[in-house]
């Protein structure tokens, strides 16, 4: 795969993501994703356990693809509190490096919503990753 990160001239450089992303190969869409587990059941009420586990399944969404974390992207979050996001931004970022690695190459977006379809769901996350074509 190629990923280019665009970054135009003269941009303040952005913390955590990236302005821009261009890349070739097949592409992975991975729908929304929720912290909850394998069996849709939800083990914590807690903002942070839940970006962990909604991470966790994403990758393993990207895993079913032969597709990697560093393979990501774009990314987009939808969250019920923005207030909390920004409150407890080092557990997020101390999350996500854990769970996908320390690849901030992606173009992301977060949108505060009114409410996610699962009503103990706090954040919903989904991606776009693209994976190198096989060699002919």
């Not at 592409?27 to 394998?38: D, R, T």
């Not at 990207?62 to 693809?65: D, G, H």
């Not at 987009?76 to 019920?80: A, D, E, K, Q, S």
């Given at each position: 795969m190629t990923k280019?990160?665009?970054q135009?001239?003269?941009w303040t450089q952005p913390r955590g993501y990236a302005?821009?992303?261009a890349a070739s190969g097949r592409?992975?869409?991975?729908?929304?994703?929720?912290?909850?587990?394998?069996r849709c059941e939800f083990d914590s009420d807690d903002f942070i356990a839940q970006v962990r586990q909604?991470?966790?399944n994403i990758r393993a969404v990207?895993?079913?693809?032969q597709a990697q974390p560093e393979h990501i992207v774009r990314m987009?979050?939808?969250?019920?509190d923005k207030r909390e996001y920004i409150a407890r931004g080092r557990e997020v970022g101390q999350a996500y490096r854990e769970v996908l690695g320390r690849d901030y190459g992606i173009a992301m977006s977060a949108v505060q919503v009114a409410a996610l379809m699962e009503d103990r769901a706090k954040v919903e996350i989904e991606v776009t990753a693209v994976v190198?074509?096989?060699a002919p």
């Open positions: 280019q990160i665009l135009p001239a003269g302005n821009g992303v592409q992975v869409f991975v729908a929304g994703q929720i912290g909850w587990n394998e909604t991470l966790l990207l895993t079913e693809a987009t979050w939808y969250l019920v190198p074509a096989a």
